[in-house]
C-alpha cells in the first residue's frame, strides 16, 4: 500500500511553545489529507481536512487558531500546534488518500509540560 | 444512536482461534467499508477494504459486508499473538469523503 511518513513520532515541549508535526505522501500525490487527534484507549477524532493549496476544513470544536494546517505541495501536510498547553498533549495522527483508501502515517505523541 | 457502533472489548483468545469483530452502522449511504490494525502508539494500519456488500478475504483474513442488516465482521483464522492490537472498522458514503470509525476493539491472543 502507499506510504505515509509522519515526523516527530514524539515530541516533549514546554507550555507556551509551537510544535510542527509533518505528514509527507511518499509514492503518491495527495490532494486531500486528514489530520487525526487519538486519546488512550479512544477511537480517532478527525480534526481537520486538508486541501492543497486551499484553507483547511476544520471539524466543529477545532480551534482554527490553536491548529494550523498548511497544505503547500501535494506531497506534505503540516500541523502545528501553537501555544501547546498541557491539554493539547495527545497523539496525533495524519492520513492521506490514494485511491479512495485512507493511509496513515505512523503518530506522534505531543506531551506538553 | 452513534453511526457507527463497535464493542471496545477488550476480547482474548487463545493462540490459533478464529477471532470475529464486527460493527453495527446506521446510515445506509455507507458504501466503503475498511478494517483497520492498529498497534499501541502507532498509526493504523489497512488492513481489508471493502465495496459495498460482499465477502473478501486476504490471506488468514475475511472481511464480510451486509448492507441489508447494516453489518460488517472481520474473521482472523488461526490467530497469532502478533495479532494482539486493536481493530478499527471505518466506512464512508463516498471515496472523497472522511471516515467514520468505530471505537474500536481491543484483542489479544495469548500463546
Sequence with gaps: GAVVSQHPSRVICKSGTSVKIEC???DFQATTMFWYRQFPKQSLMLMATSNEGSKATYEQGVEKDKFLIN????TLSTLTVTSAHPEDSSFYICSAEDREKLFFGSGTQLSVL | QKEVEQDPGPLS????????LNCTYSNSAFQYFMWYRQYSRKGPELLMYTYSSGNKEDGRFTAQVDKSSKYIS???RDSQPSDSATYLCAMSPSGNTPLV????TRLSVIA
Design chain 2, 74 to 76: 472481520l474473521f482472523i
Design chain 1, 71 to 74: 497544505h503547500a505541495s501535494l
Design chain 2, 13 to 20: 483468545v487463545p493462540e490459533g482461534a478464529i477471532v470475529s
Design chain 2, 101 to 104: 470509525f468505530g471505537k474500536g
Design chain 1, 24 to 26: 509527507r505522501s511518499l
